[in-house]
């Protein structure tokens, strides 16, 4: 990616999280990111373009963080590892990141995010990918990936709201392993 693009998208995802309202101005974007008056849609075609690819960027930000943990082997570590592991570092990178997860929660419940279903579906395809294997295997149950998905991410986003709230528990462990068994719990075929 280009740096001036990257750099308009950066400033796109800091000028929406620290707004009240999810709204682009255009020209904070510009701005924030040192770029002519003009200059986005130089790049972009669209504003809808753009707030896509500011989600995007942010989705394969955290791909990056959790890319290893993705490709553990499914002989060594169990399903319920893999996933433990995810959550952990998920809550950590989004704790570290905080205006791409201001971004994230405000495009979530945004036009752009319902008029692009099946591009945000392509997205989360490696965590569907560790789904199917966890339904598969038996060790969840038989849900659609889909409502799976929403499930664990509406718990993340009440972990997280919950810890900025009570910033001392970001370092309980207790707590957070019982976050994880919360969702884990609703997911998971009992033994």
């Not at 990056?64 to 570590?77: A, C, G, P, Q, V």
């Not at 989004?94 to 392509?122: C, I, K």
Request: with cysteine; net charge neutral; aromatic share 16%.
């Amino acid at each position: 990616m280009k740096l001036r693009k990257r750099e308009l998208i950066k400033g796109g995802i800091y000028t929406v999280a620290n707004q009240i309202a999810f709204e682009l101005n255009e020209r904070d974007v510009e701005e924030r990111a040192g770029v002519k008056r003009g200059g986005l849609y130089e790049l972009f075609s669209s504003k809808n373009e753009f707030m896509n690819d500011c989600f995007f960027y942010v989705l394969d930000e955290l791909y990056k963080s959790n890319r290893k943990i993705l490709k553990f082997d499914s002989e060594e570590y169990s399903i319920k590892e893999k996933c433990r592991c995810i959550w952990f570092n998920t809550l950590a990178w989004w704790l570290g990141n905080p205006d791409m997860f201001a971004f994230y929660v405000r495009y979530l419940t945004s036009s752009y995010y319902y008029d692009n279903e099946v591009m945000n579906a392509q997205n989360r395809n490696p965590y569907f990918l560790l789904g199917k294997e966890a339904v598969e295997s038996g060790a969840v149950k038989p849900m659609p990936l889909e409502f799976i998905h929403e499930l664990i991410v509406a718990q993340k986003l009440n972990t997280l709201n919950f810890i900025k709230k009570n910033p001392k528990l970001s370092a309980d462990c207790e707590f957070l392993e019982l976050s994880f068994e919360a969702v884990w719990d609703s997911i998971s075929v009992k033994n």
